[in-house]
């Protein structure tokens, strides 16, 4: 199994000092999906930004990241724009603030392409139409001629994903990508964009603070609480055998939930099996 990104002892601290991110290490193989999870406040969107290089002023990271054997925290400004969108690629819950209100998808979706491949303007908007009709977007060709805010939340997030995809990144880190968007919606795209990611051969990371979410699509699971990693496993051994009390407090609440609908339901509990 090839290592695509080892994290080294990577942490955030502020300008007073204070440790947002406790020192966290681990390593993403490729063509495995891992899931971030931990409740809001524990430090996943940090470690997506600072390993994207993305904290905002006053944040600073520090320990390594290593892609390719390159130390990705002693990228410059340029070494950045090579690396984000065809390296690696950052995918956020507000995609309508990632979008330019006043260009169409189309012109967005082709500039982004030819920034960074020598495609030429038809084979990008081919790509494009491809990419999102994988994520079931109908009639790519009319929808692509629309300004962002014409489309809705779920259609926009797709044409993200399509997007980010489309440019064959080898890795995609994407935090709460679906987290804004309604429970059906939300799995529906999320094994969706598993698919794409697989066809493209991106690896994918996800972070969530569900659980239940993080678990239908990851291969291995870091549970992360008050900005440390507390566990981190292949995700059967953590459903079957969590080792840290905060794993087991996140296990039973998704338990009592689905036992409360298997009640509700009338159907015979099987919250405790898988
Ligand atoms: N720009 C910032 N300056 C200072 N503290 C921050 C900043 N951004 C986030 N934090 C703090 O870092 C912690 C982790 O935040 P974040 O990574 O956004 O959490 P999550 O994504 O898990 O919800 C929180 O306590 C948050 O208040
Ligand atoms: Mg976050």
């Excluded at 994903?161 to 709460?176: F, Q, Y």
Aim: proline content about 3%; some cysteine.
């Amino acid at each position: 199994m090839t290592d695509i990104l080892t994290v080294d002892n990577l942490s955030v601290t502020d300008n007073a000092g204070n440790t947002l991110l406790q020192p966290a290490s681990f390593t993403i193989s490729r063509y495995r999906t891992l899931g971030i999870v931990g409740e809001s406040g524990s430090g996943k969107s940090l470690m997506a930004k600072a390993i994207m290089g993305l904290l905002p002023a006053g944040l600073h990271a520090h320990g390594r990241v290593l892609f390719r054997g390159r130390d990705l925290l002693k990228n410059n400004k340029y070494q950045w724009q090579q690396t984000r969108g065809k390296d690696i690629s950052l995918i956020i819950q507000d995609s309508m603030g990632a979008f330019d209100p006043l260009m169409t998808l189309k012109d967005q979706f082709i500039e982004t392409l030819q920034y960074h491949t020598n495609i030429n303007r038809d084979a990008c908007f081919q790509l494009a139409c491809q990419c999102l009709a994988r994520v079931n977007i109908k009639v790519p060709e009319q929808k692509l001629t629309c300004l962002p805010h014409q489309l809705s939340g779920g259609q926009l997030q797709r044409m993200m994903i399509a997007m980010t995809l489309a440019l064959k990144p080898s890795l995609v880190i994407a935090d709460e990508p679906t987290t804004a968007l309604d429970s059906i919606t939300q799995s529906d795209i999320l094994s969706q964009f598993k698919l794409l990611a697989a066809e493209r051969q991106s690896t994918l990371v996800l972070i969530s603070h569900d659980l239940g979410v993080v678990r239908n699509i990851a291969d291995d699971i870091a549970v992360i609480y008050q900005g440390r990693i507390v566990e981190y496993q292949k995700t059967e051994f953590l459903w079957e055998a969590p080792q840290h009390s905060y794993t087991r407090f996140l296990l039973d609440t998704r338990k009592r939930l689905s036992l409360r609908f298997n009640t509700i339901m009338g159907r015979a509990s099987h919250a405790t099996s898988r």
